[in-house]
């Protein structure tokens, strides 16, 4: 269920688009069923197992954010590795200022062009 919706709303929703549809949705793990003829039990124990998932990955969410706070005190989380080096940055704006397309160069550098534009973003 956790990996099926965001929350709880969205579980509900896409549970009762899905069955407003004619599909039939199960839960294998949680032994439940959907049709869109569901019995008020069925509904409240949707929302009661998508509530503990709810709940549950929220408790994953804050657990990773205190590690990462962690991590990064201790200095052990640092990030990705950046993609150019300082040589590569200048020629890469050199280029861009002369006019050369960004996806090109992009290409030539091996990065996307999304990045690129945070290379761009970056203050000298």
Do not use: C
């Not at 590690?67 to 300082?86: E, M, P, T, V």
């Not at 960004?102 to 973003?121: C, D, P």
């Amino acid at each position: 269920m956790d990996r099926l919706a965001r929350n709880l709303d969205n579980l509900r929703r896409l549970v009762q688009e899905l069955t407003g549809r004619g599909i039939r949705v199960e839960f294998v793990k949680e032994g439940l069923t959907f049709t869109g003829e569901d019995s008020p039990i069925a509904n409240l124990m949707l929302s009661v197992m998508g509530s503990f998932a709810e709940f549950e990955r929220a408790l994953i969410r804050e657990r990773q954010r205190e590690g990462i706070a962690l991590a990064k005190q201790r200095g052990a989380y640092r990030g990705r590795k950046k993609s150019l080096n300082n040589k590569q940055v200048t020629e890469l704006k050199r280029r861009v200022m002369a006019g050369d397309q960004k996806a090109l160069i992009a290409r030539n550098f091996g990065i996307s062009r999304e990045t690129l534009y945070q290379y761009l973003k970056m203050v000298d």
